[in-house]
């Protein structure tokens, strides 16, 4: 179990330290959002690429309404 | 160049500025933002019978947009040589006028007679390029100018960027560059030999000053030598142009007309004071920020009518021969010395036409900026 | 009804951003909607090509931001052009934009950063150097500011593929309080100017058009309306009636007062005046 944190809160990662896990427990589908892993813009193919690791800052984010 | 690229061609505007009815006319006055149709509706004979109150409004905006000052500067020609052969002026190659060019220690001397009657604000003017008077001889005379007069503009052969940028190094603020007329195949006609018969090279020109860096830049064409519309037309679109890409630069517009002049050149399309009057008002109108100029060719008449009425920029106590500022008090000016350019019409000193000015609830402005604070130009980020 | 559908381009009069010709001079917002059948519904009925989403945090439950990228897929005439609001500065302001790129494939972004959420007006600084880095990068940049003709000139020449100024402050609807220095920016601008908050009616569309602006940028009006999607048409018919307005040549207006020389003027030119 890995504490990370999601979107300023504290997170308790039961999966594999995979994003798509990450994601999957969230239940964010990975096709609708950005993600941001310790300040850094995660872009497609490294998101398969990254591990997480205890301490990871990961910033889920969507679309929504907006001006 | 044989045809006017589309920016600049004014034929669109052509009929209507030669045969525009007087409803047109009275359209063309009724708005609020004038614009090319408008100027073109304006310069049309039918617009003469609207006349005074062309004058009252271009009074209006130029008292709106200027206030009550007017800007006073004086030319100083440093050399007549020239390799030209402009057929209208009496520097041409061929011409037998007697050549000088004035030394570094003369162009001291004029510049500080200049400034013993309130001149802080000169125009250096030279003829085409010659061996004599060529580009180190330019920058050599802008530095001394820009050592003591504030402001130091040119009147000088056109040149490359880089070359208009040792100027702006050495202090110069701006250039004036007439195309003379906008009129191709007349252009050909007027121009015998030599570099200026490039009417394309003319015409690049004040975008290559202000490319260069040189901030400000005066427009005209010499009203006479073609038809007045055409060049007005051609004119305000050369400017409108040159602001809507050096969009931090200042462009003014003169409206130099044929004069009198040893040798005897008569305009084929002369221009008579109503018309002039009414071309100048119509440019007010229709850029109305724009400033407009009126030098010492005109008739101290005319020049009093037209100071603060659409003109807010004016030439005073001019000399256009080589120097002449530098003589002992009491000798004649220039008035049809064979040497000069052009004959001076307004031959009042300074301080007769501040008088005149004040006079007329106008104040005479020699010095508009400092440039105490200014970076040299190649420091400023480049527009 | 009118014989012109309401979405309809007029002939020959593209509007295009950068690259990219859009179907609609009306460019719509999707906040403050009541929810995403009413955003739908009104983006259909604007036939906008183009709308602007913000970047939120992720998350379940109530208060949760419906994720929009499902539900605008389903328009595919309708391209996406993320905002950066929530950025207090340029670099906050780039990282979204670029996150917003990885998310959408889109080139579009527009440029927002206001760091009072009182009035919530553009920083013009922290917007001019986010642009310019933007620009670069190859995005097609839509910066929101104040309507300073000046500034409008500087993004221009920075890349910008428009400039939008604000009419009003964001959701204010006080309508078109800055045109005359729209049609200053109009005038010196090469690039669109695009009215961007604060109208209110279709008729301050209509206006911005006529003065010049090649479109509006619209939400509050419209998602704040009794009836969003019949708003949505009627901002779209005054942005159609606007452009044709301006394409048909406006009479002059008539001239402001002018001062009156008490003695003639022309006296010293001879001949009859």
Known sequence: MLTLT??????????????????????????????????????????????????????VLVFAGGG | MTRLPEWLDPTPWLELAHTATPAQVRQALAGAEPGERELAALLSPAADAHLEELARRALSLTRRHFGRTVSLYAPLYLSNYCSGGCLYCGFAADRRTPRRRLEPAAVRQELAAMRAWGCQDVLLLTGERTAQAGLDYLAECV????????????????????????????????VTIYQETYDPARYDHFHRWGPKKDFAARLDAPARALAGGLRQVGLGALLGL????????????????????????????SFPRIRPQAGGFQAEFPVDDRFLARIIWAFRLCLPDVPLVLSTRESPAFRDGMAGVGINRMSVNSRTTVGGYAVAEGAAIGTGDAAAQFEVSDGRDAASFCAMLRARALEPVFKNADAAYREPVGAAAAS | MAA????????????????????SRLILGTG????????????????????????????RGPGAADDLLGPLATLPNVRLMPNTSGAMNAREAVRAAQLARELSGSRFVKVEIHPNPHHLLPDPLETYAAAAELAKDGFLVLPYIPADPVLARRLEDVGCAAVMPLGAPIGSGGGLTTRDMVRIMVRECSIPVIVDAGLRAPSEAALALELGCAAVLVNSAIAAADEPARMAQAFALGVQAGRLARRAGLMPQGAVGHAVATSPLTSFLGGTA
């Open chain 1, 6 to 59: 999601v979107n300023g809160a504290p997170h308790e990662h039961r999966g594999d330290a995979t994003i798509a896990a990450l994601l999957a427990e969230l239940g964010a589908d990975p096709g609708r959002v950005a993600i941001m892993l310790n300040g850094r813009i995660l872009r497609g193919a490294d998101r398969d690429a990254v591990r997480l690791a205890a301490g990871d800052e990961v910033e």
């Open chain 2, 143 to 174: 530095g001394i100018a820009a050592a003591v007069m504030p402001s130091v503009q040119v009147e000088v052969f056109p040149m490359p960027a880089a070359d208009y940028r040792r100027l702006a190094d050495q202090g110069c603020t701006g």
């Open chain 3, 32 to 59: 403050k909607f009541s929810g995403v059948e009413a955003m739908l519904a009104a983006i259909q009925a604007s036939g906008t090509g183009l709308v602007t989403v913000a970047l939120r945090r992720f998350s």
């Open chain 3, 4 to 23: 012109i559908p309401a979405n309809a381009p007029l002939p020959a009069d593209p509007f295009r951003l950068g690259d990219v010709e859009l179907p």
């Open chain 2, 226 to 253: 073609s038809d007045p519309a055409f060049d007005m037309l051609a004119l305000y679109r050369h400017l409108r142009h040159l602001r809507q890409r050096w969009w931090r630069a200042g462009v003014s517009l």
